[in-house]
């Protein structure tokens, strides 16, 4: 099966009710894809993978399912082994190799997009005008969005081989052209 934007989309939401993990795996899509352009790779396939990674955790609620149960079910529905083991690979509790571009990336950008997702629901123009020195401020309150791992965010950056600012810069750069999607003003 060639897998198309259209059916994972179709697998995530048949998996997936919440509006805030459809909106997650919406705003981990963009700012990978974006990467994917940024280094001249797949953009559809990279893009399709970050739309699944959560796909499951809604019917896997815990570390002890997700994502390792919602493999076989992927499996099952024809998607690559390739896209399957990129996303195990986010989990750091499966102690995957990031061994690839695209495992560092998806890696990169789930934490830290949750988090300039978080810093936008509390400003008047959502992420507009965000700029990575309030991102950065907002990490260093340990009782803001205290869900993100900081050290996932500094950690995962460092793996991709960027540096901090610019990757908050790029990534709430790629999620503004869809912030009223991801329920934030802009865009
Ligand atoms: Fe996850
Ligand atoms: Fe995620």
Same mark, same amino acid.
């Given at each position: ?63 002890? +399912?997700?994502? +390792? ?9 024809g998607? #690559?082994e ?14 995957? #190799?990031?061994?690839?571009?695209? *495992?560092k ?27 990575? *020195? ?6 260093? +309150?340990p009782?803001?969005?205290s ?30 052209p ?6 934030l *003003?802009?865009?």
């Open positions: 099966m060639e897998p198309t934007r259209e059916r994972a989309w179709e697998t995530l939401t048949r998996y997936t009710q919440s509006e805030a993990l459809r909106r997650h795996g919406l705003a981990v899509e963009v700012s990978v894809r974006a990467y994917a352009r940024k280094f001249g790779e797949d953009e559809e396939f990279w893009g399709m993978t970050a739309l699944l990674h959560d796909f499951d955790w809604e019917i896997h609620p815990t570390l002890e +399912q997700h994502p +390792q149960d919602g493999a076989p079910i992927l499996r099952e529905e998607y #690559p390739e896209m399957i083991e990129a996303i195990l690979s986010h989990a750091e509790h499966l102690s995957m #190799p990031r061994d690839t571009q695209l *495992k990336t998806l890696f990169a950008c789930d934490e830290l997009s949750g988090f300039i997702h978080a810093c936008g629901l509390v400003r008047p123009d959502g992420i507009e005008t965000l700029e990575p *020195k309030s991102v950065k401020k907002k990490l260093k +309150q009782s803001f969005a869900g993100v791992n900081r050290n996932d965010v500094y950690s995962s950056a460092e793996a991709l081989g960027v540096e901090l600012d610019d990757h908050i810069r790029f990534v709430t750069d790629a999620m503004r869809i912030a009223p999607e991801l329920g *003003k802009g865009g």
